[in-house]
């Protein structure tokens, strides 16, 4: 089990995947089947009488602006890609499941509407579920062909649009390969839901759920709404502000282009693998350490990010899951948050220095996150700039489980870009994935390119000689920016 999930700072899923015993076993899956929900355990259903409508959670709020802001509905849109092999699983069965957790979860009965410039969550009574089964062409003895074609059949699915306002906002689909193998694409929209969440619906869509909720999502948001309403967050703030104590306002990548007065979230994202050797070293180091793989990778981006900006000192942020509340772990909703991430010790000590480092700051963002992001930065900025995020200006976001049965298929479409740069860590069968998204109107392709090449190169040295001292690698990231420089047009 990875220390950072733990913790609840690596997103992803830690249930997915899981195969269910023999005992649970059907009959083999083959072609488009009845969608007809088979009889499942007697409960007693969810009550939902009527229509519920409460104000909107305050992430969804900043969801809702930027599904507008940008004409590529994808960009929202989260999917996951579990493979099953060998359960003989029925379409009815999990059909089945889907209306039993739909019945549990009010996220996925949940729709939008906007009245007087004011976002309001509506929680219908019933949803029907959306579930199909897609037959794949006939099985190939190449399981690469087969992955190709199952990747790109799960791509085109995500990205069909959603209508925000009539739903569901959720959809699964089981893509059959032959009758003991298929996958299992859950997509869900950002406004009801986080990467955690993509894995309660896969858990559950196989499993069947775990009974009513203790704690939902609607709790969560009039949670927070009554915290800020009532101070609570003072401590919270006074911790950021301390650790950021005359940190520099700005850290961030060289641009390739001048910054825009207002800012602009229209990027793109540019995707590429880690060596599975480098891969293969990043467990070694993180058993051998007992830190965790995404400690590891947080070191390398905060050495990456010191060499690039020419900064000592550094300010990023990362993800965190936000379910410290008892029952969380099992609600579908916007819980995720950001924390903020800093490095003052650039140059000093050994690699093994830095990963120590991370894996503190990985600690202390997951105990020190429950207030909303956009309400910490407020405080710690009330007066924030209009060309650049408040606070800090990158992001680094770990998506690594440790189930290989759970995959987030690369690349994504990234096309809103709220950040100078967010780098999204997938592991994706076993091999890690880079995601750098950016907005185009700071960087192309080529710099971003550069910046990967370093973030590659630090990661290979560090793993192998992890006692490597700091500055050398801090060297090697300087070179590459000032050669870069070099080659840059003159204006």
């Known amino acids: 089990m990875d220390w950072t999930r733990k913790r609840g700072t690596e997103t992803g899923a830690a249930v997915a995947g899981q195969r269910p015993g023999a005992r649970d076993q059907g009959q083999g899956t083959s072609g488009a089947a009845s969608l007809a929900a088979a009889p499942g355990p007697s409960r007693q259903p969810v009550a939902a009488e009527a229509v519920t409508r409460v104000p909107a959670g305050i992430a969804q709020g900043r969801f809702w602006t930027l599904e507008h802001t940008d004409p590529d509905q994808a960009s929202l849109h989260l999917s996951g890609l579990l493979r099953f092999v060998g359960t003989g699983w029925q379409p009815e069965r999990i059909a089945a499941n889907i209306v039993r957790l739909i019945e549990e979860q009010p996220s996925l009965r949940t729709v939008f509407e906007e009245t007087d410039g004011e976002l309001w969550q509506l929680v219908l009574p019933t949803m029907a579920p959306p579930f199909q089964v897609v037959q794949l062409r006939a099985p190939s003895d190449a399981s690469e062909e087969r992955m190709a074609e199952a990747v790109e059949t799960a791509r085109r699915l995500a990205d069909e649009p959603f209508d925000l306002r009539r739903g569901p906002l959720f959809r699964v689909a089981m893509l059959v390969v032959d009758p003991d193998e298929f996958f299992l694409l859950v997509t869900l929209h950002h406004l009801i839901s986080d990467g955690y969440s993509i894995s309660l619906v896969g858990h559950a869509a196989m499993l069947g759920t775990s009974g009513p909720l203790q704690y939902t999502y609607l709790d969560h948001a009039e949670r927070q709404r009554a915290t800020l309403a009532a101070g609570g967050y003072a401590k919270e703030v006074e911790h950021w502000r301390e650790l950021l104590r005359d940190a520099p306002p700005v850290t961030t990548f060289p641009p390739a282009r001048p910054r825009p007065a207002t800012w602009r979230p229209e990027g793109t994202v540019l995707t590429d693998r880690v060596d599975p050797e480098v891969t293969r070293r990043v467990h070694a180091l ?64 050994r690699f093994t220095d830095v990963l120590e480092h991370a894996q503190r700051a990985l600690y202390d963002a997951a105990d020190n996150s429950e207030m909303p992001i956009a309400a910490l930065t407020a405080a710690l900025e009330p007066d924030p700039p209009t060309d650049r995020s408040p606070v800090f200006q990158t992001l680094i976001n770990l998506l690594m489980v440790d189930d290989e049965d759970y995959c987030l298929p690369p690349p994504r479409r990234l096309t809103s870009c709220t950040l100078d740069m967010i780098l999204h860590v997938e592991k994706w069968f076993g091999t890690y994935y880079l995601n750098w998204m950016y907005p185009r109107s700071l960087f192309d392709a080529d710099s971003v390119a550069e910046f990967n090449a370093t973030f590659q190169t630090v990661l290979r040295q560090a793993v192998a000689t992890p006692d490597i001292p700091t500055e050398r690698l801090l060297t090697l990231v300087r070179e590459a920016a000032h050669d870069s420089r070099a080659k840059a047009p003159r204006s």
């Open 286 to 349: 993180a058993a051998r350490s007992r830190r965790s793989p995404g400690a590891i990778m947080v070191a390398c981006y905060l050495i990456v990010l010191a060499g690039w900006s020419g900064q000592r000192d550094v300010v990023t942020a990362t993800v965190t899951l936000g379910r410290s509340a008892p029952g969380s772990d099992k609600a579908i909703g916007v819980f995720r948050n950001f924390a903020p991430l800093r490095w003052s010790g650039a140059g000093e000590g």
